[in-house]
């Protein structure tokens, strides 16, 4: 596998066109009709937020993603190369995925009897191929560009090293939940533009990871607690028994088993 | 014939019988169209009513079995052995009612399987999977003493009875892993669910919540069967379970408080508005309402106060799990997610379900009877210790204990674990001993920093931390992340120097736009535009500067 790719979009360039959206559809022989937002047929939109202002959702390709973590089975696995790809023949349809998805990008196939789950995919078929994603060949703007993302990260470095008027000075997805795959420059603060901005800074599978890894202990410190209390409770009612009764309290206790 | 018929139709048979008729009709048309048929559920809230209410709840009503099963078979509390078969078929119940229910909820229930062969042990649900498989055999196994009994096979159930205490140990450690990991299933969306409800450890509030619930359940079930069945309740347990049951309240309550307190959040409760009205009705019928009536009856509790203080614990566990899993993430990202009447009959058809098998397993089945494998020779009120099962008499000592009041010393050990050490287990998950400052260790060695010492020094994380507790921040978080690699200002140099004067490509005479705007994205040259980037760019300068005003045709015909 070749290094971890990614896509940098910088809402600063892009004018809004739809291209990407367009292109998806395409590439991933999705329904042509566009959506407002993300759907199970839309893995891509653009949408202009605050002023003059046009941003694209999809899918983040985080690095420790949350729904890679989440899911029971594994049906979903972070490709070392970028992106985070589903396997319907495994999946529960638990929708834990969207659930734990701090982007709410996961979507399900709600009138189907079979259903999936949905998401962008970041053209794994086309990198396979040697391609770029179909959104980032499609921009007219190179609003969203494909490369290494240690070379994306450097981009935007530089960009707003650059012309620092042009942008926010931040990178959104640099730090966010550990980092994504998929980077966002912005001309106003993120949160004007809808992004959460609250999310944590650090992988989120971190929090269920701590807590899950105390598992043995509580199994080992649970079973001592439990055999230790059962062994001195049938103690004490065995020594009771001998010293209230002592004929029949010997034949109890040979009849007991090993514990006398 | 008819008339056996007629006299069998009662009013409440008959309101199952359409109930659940209803129910397969419901469960049909969601097997053939799909969950978005007859749930309200969509992207925006992919989890409903039967995830909060049958699944969360369900499984924390259940978990009477493995209180009582411990209870009388570990800690050897004798009195209470007459609860042991009625809980164990209750959780028994319960349990298999969860996976009904989860058959219907699961998008994929042919899949359901994967979980043995397909193994992901970061996921909470991979954990809580096989805790709840594992878990519904030993009940099963538990249980099938009762069937044995029955049938008259005393050489099974003898056999069995041999491996009980092995068996209700596991039973107790499954359930203490999957009714906390169920909390842990909410930990990884902290900014999606409201402070009141998220917490980095609501795997403890769940246990500890559980532990309540199970037992209100039991006292609850002992009013039902009062009701439906003619048994009376045992008022010489009951209100002592009631009791216990509100001493883990309290312990859970303050626990609760403690820990919004130290997340900052305790004030959210006092901020009028849903949230603190949702979280106070929550705890007022979870909490207030059954210590107060708990603490009113003093020593002599009467049924009507052991059904309300059990009623409204039920009631209250009932909301606080479906708070964590749809109400407290509405609060955040409202979404207007209300259950359909389908959704409704489903979850009302699965509790009709449970009564329909537990009064077909009282009626058929020996589960009033206190148990035991020769329960039948102690009669009038004597129960055998497990391990005594197999020899003859030495029925005094139980008698004995009977009398005794020690026998709670057990009870009062498990609560004493719940009280000491699971909060301070929750504050080492949450606040590091020490730390490791090791960012610049290529230029200084690593420091090993002594964080307890400096928390009892100043007293609060806030003394040196920006961010709440809960919400560890990396200082690149706040301290903007372009580290400027050098601060060029390129209309500036141009002004004075012309182009040639730095470009060498230029100065060699070649002026293609492509020699500067690379065509794809040059590892060398990041902070230039590419050249279809720069291309468009110098359209939109004149031809409107978004998609809307600026026309592709102009250059691009339609194909």
Not at chain 1, 195 to 217: E, G, I, Y
Not at chain 2, 257 to 273: N, Q
Request: proline share 6%; aromatic share 10%.
């Amino acid at each position: 596998m070749s290094a971890a790719k990614g896509l940098l979009i910088d809402i600063t360039r892009c004018i809004g066109c739809g291209a990407c959206s367009e292109a998806c559809k395409t590439a991933n022989e999705l329904p042509a009709e566009m959506e407002d937002g993300l759907t199970a047929d839309t893995w891509t939109v653009v949408s202009e937020r605050g002023s003059e202002n046009f941003v694209r959702d999809l899918c983040r390709h985080c690095i420790e993603p949350s729904c890679v973590s989440v899911c029971p089975v594994g049906a979903l696995v972070k490709r070392t190369d970028g992106p985070v790809l589903y396997n319907k023949d495994i999946c529960l349809g638990c929708r834990y995925c969207m659930i734990g998805c701090p982007f709410r990008i996961p979507k399900f196939e709600w009138h189907s009897a079979t259903p999936r789950i949905r998401k962008c995919i970041l053209c794994a078929p086309r990198l396979d191929r040697g391609l770029p994603p179909a959104c980032a060949e499609a921009c007219p703007t190179e609003a969203t560009v494909f490369g290494d993302r240690d070379t994306l990260v450097a981009a935007a470095r530089a960009r707003l090293a650059a012309t620092p008027d042009r942008y926010h000075p931040h990178v959104y997805g640099l730090t966010e939940v550990g980092g994504t795959s998929v980077l966002f420059l912005s001309p106003v603060p993120f949160e004007e533009l809808d992004f959460d901005t609250a999310v944590a800074s650090f992988p989120l599978p971190d929090l269920t990871w701590r807590l899950l890894m105390h598992v043995p202990n509580v199994v080992l410190l649970g079973a001592g607690f439990l055999g230790a209390s059962y062994w001195l409770f049938r103690r004490r009612d065995e020594v009771a028994a001998a010293e209230n009764e002592p004929a029949e309290g010997r034949h109890d206790a040979e009849a007991g088993g090993p514990h006398v | 014939m008819f008339e056996r018929l007629r006299s069998s139709l009662t009013p409440w048979r008959v309101l199952v019988a359409l109930l659940l008729t209803l129910a397969a009709v419901i469960v049909t048309v969601r097997f053939a169209f799909g969950l978005g048929s007859v749930t309200n559920l969509s992207d925006e809230t992919p989890w409903g009513i039967w995830v909060g209410f049958d699944i969360l709840a369900g499984i924390g009503l259940a978990a009477g079995g493995f209180i009582m099963a411990s209870v009388v078979y570990v800690f050897g509390i004798e009195r209470y052995r007459p609860l042991v078969r009625m809980s164990i078929l209750t959780a028994l119940i319960g349990y298999l009612l969860f996976i009904t229910g989860l058959i219907l909820e699961i998008g994929r229930p042919w899949n359901i399987w994967r979980c043995i062969v397909d193994h992901n042990f970061h996921s909470p649900l991979y954990e809580i999977a096989w805790c709840v498989m594992l878990y519904t055999t030993v009940l099963m196994l538990e249980f099938s003493q009762v069937l044995w009994e029955r049938l008259g096979w005393h050489r099974v159930d003898r056999a069995l009875h041999r491996f009980l205490i092995p068996l209700v140990i596991i039973g107790a450690l499954l359930s203490t892993l999957h009714q906390s990991t169920l909390g842990t299933l909410f930990t990884i969306v902290p900014h999606k669910l409201h402070p009141l409800w998220y917490s980095p450890i609501l795997p403890v509030h769940f246990f500890l919540s559980c532990l309540a619930a199970g037992l209100a359940m039991i006292c609850f079930e002992g009013f039902l069967s009062w009701r439906f069945l003619g048994h009376p309740p045992r008022m010489d347990l009951l209100p002592n379970l009631a009791r216990i049951m509100a001493l883990i309240l309290v312990v859970y309550f303050v626990f609760r408080c403690e820990d919004l307190a130290v997340r900052h959040a305790l004030l959210e409760a006092f901020r009028p508005g849903l949230p603190a009205f949702l979280f106070w009705l929550e705890n007022l019928l979870f909490v207030i309402v059954p210590v107060v009536v708990v603490l009113r009856s003093a020593r002599r509790m009467t049924t009507g106060q052991l059904f309300v203080a059990s009623f409204s614990t039920v009631l209250g566990f009932i909301m606080h799990r479906f708070n964590v899993a749809v109400s407290g993430m509405q609060l955040i990202h409202p979404t207007g997610y209300f259950p359909t009447w389908q959704e409704l009959v489903i979850s009302m058809a699965l509790i009709a379900l449970g009564f329909v098998a537990a009064g077909l397993a009282i009626h058929y089945l020996p589960v009033t009877r206190p148990g035991g494998a020769d329960a039948s020779a102690g009669a009038g009120g004597t129960y055998r210790l497990p391990w005594r099962a197999s020899t003859g008499g030495g029925s005094t000592t139980t008698t004995r204990r009977e009398n005794s009041m020690r026998p709670d010393i057990g009870v009062l050990s498990v609560l004493l674990v719940c009280a000491l050490v699971l909060p301070a287990t929750a504050g080492e998950i949450s606040v590091p001993d020490r730390v490791a400052i090791d960012e610049l260790s290529n230029l200084y060695p690593a420091v090993d920093f002594d964080h307890s010492m400096h928390l009892e020094v100043e007293g609060e994380c806030t003394g040196c931390h920006h961010k709440p507790f809960g919400n560890p921040a990396p200082c690149v978080s706040c301290h903007a992340d372009p580290v400027a690699p050098s601060a060029f200002v390129h209309e500036l140099h141009w002004e004075v120097e012309e182009c040639t004067g730095c470009h060498q490509k230029q100065a060699a005479g070649d002026l293609r736009c492509v020699s500067c705007h690379a065509a794809g994205l040059d590892p060398q040259r990041l902070e230039v535009i590419g050249l279809k980037g720069a291309y468009h760019g110098l359209c939109l300068r004149c031809h409107g500067e978004t998609a809307s005003n600026a026309s592709c045709g102009l250059c691009h015909p339609e194909r």
